[in-house]
């Protein structure tokens, strides 16, 4: 065996025997008979080839040479490593062997690489780039910045804004500036552009009917840190420090006599602090604040006890601040929204509203302790839900939602019911605004986000739940329906509706009292699909159905057959099918046709194709196959031209209520009702000549009658006195404006079609 290169002092460790002695002795190498480490050239002879020997001898002379470089010492020892894993992966030596000369190679490779020692190491590099460096010039010393509060503060534009924000009486920081960071302490901490330290509790207190005036922040109230503590709420400090250098925000400590003393923040004294807690204001000024308050509000006046109010939102102390710069009024209403005024226990967070979606979101982030349910608009929001704005509708609709899911889409109750008209019942009146209802789709008006939302039509809230019975319509029939129609009248009671008394009842029984108890009228008892109020014009059936809207707790749509016709001539059919699903995924919903008769008028021959489809599809929807029985749809005609109704449909409209002219005592209602808001004192025997003279008269006539007679007053002042007369100057309406207003007013509806409307209740009418 030949062990080239390996000093004599080794030879001990090399196994003398052959490959099986080597191979074991090179196993035992670590082990207890032979305790001498082999060095890391102990291989055996067989186990190498040539190059490899030479490669390990020349590894082995470099590690042991003194005249070697630290490069290549540590060359032969990464060598040698790699050695040992070959010869390794071959078997040639035992796994103890190699891990012990593993480790001796490593280590001596590690010092080498690892030493900044220029003589033996290689972790030296640096030195030279540096001394390299250091020999060049370098001026960083001298550099100083110039972003200090001094040199920002001598800045002509720094100062311009200061004088200017100064000046101003109300600030010009905007909720958009602030944020809040609630943490765990007790302290709110609001920075401006100094930093924030938390103050001790040690300020000299707000003397009574004390004004303080603060300019905040030149730069705006970047941020708010409310810091708020579930525990130890007792002894609460809110600290507002760094004040002197925030000249934006005029900040009012308020301190009033009371109970307890209140502190309000806001020069437009909107924000209030009120806490039996601590309030701090460090840096004011020369000032130090403090000051013993029972609780925080804003608008609001001081209170005793834990809770204070956001704008009719009870707000536990401490769990709310949001420092506002004085907003203008509407910003100010948005931010602080309208409350419920519910009560909450101190536990829970109250939001107002947050204008600005980073203060929300910043509160909410950092929300930490406390109860983890809050109010927005009186509603509860969880932890970890982003507060965004949402209108009142919207967040309505998300309430119902809730309440009752997606089987009872209803959108929003006004005055008990949901009132949508298409067509001529608009609110907008004459002089309404002209709304394309194509163009709604893309606009960002609140009830078409919200249809589209409610029927996932492109909208941001996709999320929310889109009804199978509406996937194969079109969106903007949905949104036509849902938003474009939608009418908000004023209330009607059935006391306005004078006689009638049949009618009405008959109207109780089969509309509201089916839909406030369906359980109830089941079966045989069920309410009929179909409706229709015939009669003389201007007899009270508008009126009628009016009243149903607002009375019945039903979804109200109420259509017009000429908008079906003519606004979508061609798509009329889509329209119903449309308005029908829709009024399905709200049931129960009444659905009034006024003038039916246009709609559903007898289909003759040489009709046009679209109308003739649009009385198919409505017959269909009413009484056909994809209707189910258990709907709870109501379908609510009105005409005055009964005769022309197609016989199919009459057959469907299966309550036919004859609303006819307008009894004496009727007459005498609606005049004693309209007259009741006049200056109007008629005697009994006056009011019973009118009732007499108006025999013949509608409604409407009568309604007439009285808009006539309150003239003759007017009529009877001197025209050069119209401009200067006082309302109080006025002369009652007398008795002779009425006898006067008969020779106006005629009875609209001639005997003639009386009889005609007569006859046509005894064939197909249901009433008397
Ligand atoms: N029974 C009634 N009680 C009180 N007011 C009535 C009554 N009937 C009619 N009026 C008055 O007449 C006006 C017109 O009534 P309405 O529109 O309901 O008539 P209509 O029966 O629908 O007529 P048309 O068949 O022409 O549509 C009402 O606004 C109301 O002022
Ligand atoms: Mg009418």
Excluded at 209 to 216: E, F, G, R, V
Excluded at 348 to 370: E, L, P
Excluded at 591 to 610: A, C, K
Excluded at 668 to 683: A, G, H, T, W, Y
Aim: proline share 4%; hydrophobic share 30%.
């Amino acid at each position: 065996m030949v062990w080239g290169g390996l000093p004599s002092s080794h030879h001990a460790a090399v196994p003398q025997a052959g490959n099986a002695r080597a191979q074991s002795g090179l196993r035992d190498c670590a082990g207890t008979s032979r305790t001498r480490e082999a060095p890391p050239g102990l291989i055996k002879m067989e186990s190498f080839d040539t190059l490899n020997l030479n490669q390990w001898q020349k590894h082995y002379f470099n590690t042991i040479s003194n005249t070697c470089t630290p490069r290549h010492r540590a060359d032969a020892y990464r060598g040698h490593i790699l050695q040992l894993q070959y010869s390794l992966a071959k078997s040639d030596i035992s796994q103890d062997c190699t891990a012990s000369l593993f480790r001796r190679c490593t280590e001596k490779y590690s010092a080498i690489v690892d030493s900044d020692n220029a003589e033996t190491g290689l972790n030296n590099y640096a030195d030279s780039v540096l001394s390299l460096s250091r020999c060049q010039k370098n001026e960083s010393e001298q550099w100083q910045s110039s972003l200090s509060a001094s040199s920002i503060s001598k800045l002509k534009s720094v100062q311009d804004m200061v004088k200017s924000s100064s000046e101003a009486s109300a600030s010009l920081v905007s909720a958009k500036d602030v944020s809040m960071v609630i943490g765990k302490a007790n302290q709110i901490e609001i920075s401006g552009c100094h930093k924030t330290t938390p103050s001790s509790n040690t300020g000299n207190s707000v003397p009574k009917d004390t004004h303080l005036i603060a300019s905040l922040s030149d730069v705006a109230l970047r941020n708010v840190s409310e810091k708020y503590a579930t525990d130890n709420r007792k002894c609460q400090t809110f600290t507002i420090s760094s004040l002197n250098c925030l000249q934006n925000v005029h900040q009012r400590l308020d301190t009033k006599p009371g109970a307890d003393e209140t502190n309000t923040l806001d020069s437009s004294s909107t924000f209030s602090l009120t806490s039996s807690k601590n309030i701090h204001c460090d840096q004011f000024g020369s000032n130090e604040v403090s000051a013993n308050c029972p609780s925080m509000s804003a608008n609001a006046p001081a209170h005793a006890g834990q809770t204070g109010t956001v704008s009719g939102q009870n707000v536990p102390f401490g769990n709310h601040l949001s420092l506002l710069a004085p907003l203008s009024s509407s910003k100010r209403k948005m931010f602080y929204g309208s409350g419920d005024g519910g009560t909450e226990s101190c536990n829970s967070t109250s939001y107002g509203h947050f204008q600005n979606r980073n203060i929300a979101n910043s509160y909410q982030k950092n929300f930490d302790g406390g109860s983890r349910n809050g109010k927005y608009d009186g509603h509860a929001v969880d932890e970890g839900s982003v507060i965004a704005f949402k209108t009142a509708k919207v967040q309505l609709y998300i309430d119902q939602q809730k309440k009752f899911g997606n089987q009872n889409q209803r959108p929003m109750a006004l005055n008990n019911c949901t009132k949508k008209s298409l067509g001529t019942a608009r609110s907008r009146g004459l002089f309404g605004k002209f709304v394309s209802p194509a163009s709604k789709q893309d606009s960002g008006d609140e009830n078409c986000q919200m249809s589209a939302g409610l029927y996932g039509n492109n909208s941001d809230e996709t999320s929310l739940p889109v009804d199978e019975r509406l996937k194969n319509l079109e969106p903007k029939m949905i949104q036509l329906i849902m938003s474009e129609i939608m009418d908000h009248g004023p209330p009607v009671n059935w006391d306005d509706i004078a006689g009638l008394e049949f009618a009405k009842s008959t109207i109780k029984e089969i509309v509201v009292w089916p839909m406030l108890r369906p359980d109830i009228f089941t079966g045989l008892r069920g309410p009929p699909k179909g409706i229709l109020l015939f009669g003389p014009p201007g007899t009270g059936k508008t009126l009628i159905g009016k009243c149903i809207a607002c009375q019945s707790g039903a979804t109200f749509f109420s259509i017009s057959a000429s908008s079906l016709t003519s606004k979508w001539v061609g798509e009329g059919e889509k329209m119903v099918r449309a308005m029908f699903a829709v009024a399905r995924c709200h049931q129960p919903a009444v659905i009034f046709i006024d003038e039916i008769d246009s709609l559903l008028s007898q289909r003759v021959d040489g009709e046009h194709d679209s109308s003739r489809r649009i009385k198919t599809e409505f017959l269909v929807q009413l009484d056909g196959a994809s209707t189910s029985a258990d709907d709870r749809i109501l379908v609510v005609g009105a005409t005055n031209r009964p005769q022309e109704i197609d016989e199919a449909a009459r057959r469907r409209l299966v309550k036919r209520l004859y609303i006819p002219l307008p009894e004496g005592s009727a007459r005498q209602q609606i005049v004693v009702k309209l007259m009741s808001r006049e200056n109007c004192p008629l005697s009994p025997e006056e009011l019973e000549l009118i009732i007499q003279h108006s025999e013949g008269f509608s409604g409407a006539d009568m309604t007439q009658l009285c808009c006539e007679a309150a003239l003759g007053p007017i009529r009877s002042i001197q025209i050069a006195d119209i401009s200067t007369i006082t309302p109080d100057q006025v002369r009652p309406i007398k008795y002779i404006d009425f006898e006067n207003a008969f020779a106006n007013v005629r009875p609209s509806v001639s005997q003639k079609d009386l009889e005609l409307y007569e006859e046509w209740n005894k064939m197909f009418g249901c009433g008397r």
